[in-house]
């Protein structure tokens, strides 16, 4: 079975536990806990094709959009495996939903997309938040369009990404809400990122792009570009150093440093990471 990171990477590790969402192919994402200096630990164990799609970890549990149906479901992972999230409400349907974040107080965010042709279900994207995992649902914000997100953030705040404007002139955007107000902020690429790291302490949501180089986004709406070559993947937990993906290795960038990213290790050849979050202990599960 081959690992994520090869055991040099992982001895080179900052202090804390990294979870990764990796595998050989999309096909085959799984979640992975690596600690530094310590070992890698495999925590779901999908099937190839029907493979965990997105997850976020925090001080409050582990939160998954599982794959193992036709589609997303959203699942708690528990020491016996993934655990399906219910509707409240006395509904006992899985709870579908995609891109959940989850604080450190338990409150989760996730995204449901317009529902299948001939289906009496809503046809928007629809922005979820619930204060636990077995809380009862809120919408945050709906459109037709589309959405994705949310990722949570400093002081109360929620940042969704999506296009805005009228038809024909939509720009790609981070909506980022506290208490019921919004600010629309315009990254500096015209594309969605593929992925947004923010945090409870982060100063800004560090965005990917796939074709074009990384940058902050700060909520006042500065703009810096990460150094060239380089793709955030989470932030540490108190918003002071990031960790980075190039096409081959891990690296941290740090505040105190911001012109470079120093080198921790290669990534095992053939593996992707698509997420990750560090936390400084061990999230329960």
Known sequence: MALPLPAGTQRNLPAGVFYLLAGKGLASLNVWQVTAGG??????????????????????????ADGTSSGDDLARLTPHGPALLRQTSGRLDLLHGSSPDIRDDGTIGYVTPPARRGSRAGTEFVIWTRRSFDGRGSVLLRQHHPLAGPVFGPHGQIAVEGWV????????????????????????????PSLVAWGQQA????????????????????????????????????????????????????RSAPGRVARIGAITRGMQILQADWLTRKAPL
């Open 39 to 64: 070992r890698e630990r495999q925590l779901t164990h999908n099937r190839r094709g029907f493979g965990i799609d997105a997850f976020d970890a925090s001080r409050a549990g582990i939160i998954l």
């Open 165 to 192: 404007g009228p038809p024909g002139q939509r720009r790609p955007s981070v909506i980022i809400y506290r208490e019921g107000t919004e600010r629309r902020l315009l990254t500096g690429i015209d594309a969605i």
């Open 203 to 254: 100063p800004a949501l560090a965005l990917a792009f796939p074709a074009h180089a990384a940058e902050l986004l700060f909520p006042g709406g500065r703009r810096q570009l990460l150094p060239v070559g380089w793709q955030p993947l989470a932030w540490n937990q108190d918003g002071t150093r990031l960790l980075m993906q190039s096409a081959t290795a891990l690296g941290i960038w740090s």
